[in-house]
């Protein structure tokens, strides 16, 4: 190794070998000189690799590989070559991909939340982990004045174009988006452009109903004008039958948010729809919903066992979407209270418990954190609350009302481990016990790792 100088034993554009001893929860590999760790992409523990060290703080680095000497049994041959910045995890094998996940989710129980103690029971995979998204949004620009579409390099606005298959596409997204790639070369569509802000096309939406084969083309424009619109949805429709609705999404503003407040149905009907177990939900362009259907339905059933819900139970469903875990407690419950921050999402929702003739559901519009002191004001005392918050977790005001209801029972459903492990923390000193985890990998070949937890209220 080269001599140093500074503060740190690695300088910024020195070459050295390193052997890989852990990973990130994102995924890459961390080697260590004289104790200082680097975090180095595409590298495997046990590896021995050649790496350029491309940026040292003070306290920890980051590598770019250069040569593998050694490699992992672990390591496989990524089925892409695209290297979008979507899938960090291509090259590990699906039993390390699990293994990871399972040690992030051990770490911040232990380390975040100090509930070492808890049980964290082994992730539940997948038989296949691929083809399994039923949602993509994707961008688009211009190369040799032809539009391209392909996702994001990671930390940049630059498009990887892709002419291949992704990997985690449903089949059927695969075959549509080429095909809608050469209808707006052939009509004409030109390419937002963000410097600018001129252009028509910002990005491209479908959605797919695993269940029922339906599907929903969204054009996110942002222009109301959308050049060879007739023959688009023509050609579309008349070559993919599965089709079910054209949707034009307005967002005329300079920002980095996907979707406009304007949204108009082209062609066929403003929704589709998809079956979780024996109900039935209509998506919208804005719905939430689960974009792994396989792993969803487990989700819900481990939030049903944890729920221990009786014919006699109150419960609320906070962040509660179009309603597909309420209508899942609906079935057991004497009553469901479901919670949502999004006016569309709720009347989506209502409309989702008529289609599935559940009439023991209300659904409300707001902040959990503001309705639910309402709700206890007026005497709702509900004998378990479910909830399942966006990646940031749970609002402090609503953690603070949802331990002064006292529910018997919590079952937290999280899509990010560090802030349930804050939020389980809060909830254990404020008179619950945590009793298991169970995280279910609904995002395979990503860093990114479900859990769902059992809270009790602990005996005073």
């Not at 104790?35 to 940026?55: M, Q």
């Not at 991909?97 to 992030?104: A, F, G, I, S, V």
């Not at 066992?305 to 009786?310: F, G, R, V, W």
């Not at 209270?337 to 409300?364: C, H, L, M, Q, S």
């Amino acid at each position: 190794m080269a001599k140093t100088t500074g503060n740190t034993p690695v300088q910024k554009n020195e070459q050295i070998t390193i052997t890989i001893e852990d990973l990130t929860h994102e995924g890459n590999g961390v080697g260590k000189v004289d104790g200082y760790p680097l975090f180095i992409p595409n590298t495997l523990p046990g590896e021995e690799a050649v790496i350029k060290v491309v940026k040292a703080n003070k306290k920890f680095g980051f590598g770019k590989l250069l040569e593998l000497k050694t490699t992992s049994p672990e390591r496989i041959e990524p089925t892409c070559h695209v290297h979008c910045g979507g899938c960090q995890l291509q090259h590990m094998s699906y039993a390390l991909q699990l293994k990871m996940k399972q040690d992030q989710v051990h770490n911040v129980m232990k380390k975040v939340a100090h509930l070492e103690h808890v049980p964290v029971h082994p992730i539940i995979g997948m038989e296949e982990p691929s083809h399994y998204r039923n949602k993509i949004q994707i961008p688009v620009d211009e190369k040799n004045g032809e539009l391209i579409m392909g996702y994001y390099q990671k930390r940049s606005h630059r498009i990887i174009e892709n002419q291949d298959t992704c990997q985690i596409h449903d089949h059927a997204t695969n075959e549509v988006l080429p095909f809608i790639r050469q209808l707006m070369n052939k009509y004409g569509v030109t390419a937002y452009d963000e410097t600018s802000h001129r252009g028509q096309l910002r990005h491209i939406m479908i959605r797919t109903g695993h269940y029922t084969n339906e599907m929903m083309v969204v054009f996110v424009t942002r222009t109301a004008k959308l050049p060879g619109k007739e023959q688009i949805i023509e050609e579309l429709t008349n070559k993919f039958p599965f089709i079910r609705s054209i949707v034009q999404n307005i967002n005329d503003q300079r920002t980095n948010v996907i979707l406009g407040k304007k949204t108009n149905v082209l062609w066929g009907t403003a929704y589709i729809h998809d079956k979780i177990g024996d109900l039935t939900f209509a998506i919208s362009p804005k719905s939430f919903y689960q974009v792994n259907p396989v792993q969803t339905k487990i989700l819900y059933d481990k939030a049903l066992e944890y729920a221990k819900i009786d014919e006699d139970d109150i419960v609320i469903d906070a962040y509660c979407g179009i309603g597909t875990i309420s209508l899942f407690l609906a079935q057991k419950a004497k009553k469901v209270y479901g919670i949502e921050v999004v006016p569309e999402a709720i009347e989506d929702a209502k409309k989702n418990a008529e289609r599935n003739g559940i009439d023991n559901v209300e659904f409300t519009v707001g902040q959990a954190e503001k309705v639910m002191p309402v709700w206890k004001q007026e005497g709702l005392n509900p004998d378990v609350i479910v909830v399942d918050p966006p990646r940031k977790g749970c609002d402090p005001d609503f953690l603070e009302a949802m331990i002064a209801m006292e529910p018997k029972r919590i079952v937290y459903v999280s899509c990010n481990p560090s802030t349930l492990a804050r939020d389980l923390r809060i909830l254990e000193d404020g008179g619950y016990e945590t009793k298991e985890v169970q995280p279910v990998d609904m995002f395979p070949n990503t860093g990114h790792v479900e859990t769902i937890t059992w809270l009790e209220l602990a005996d005073v």
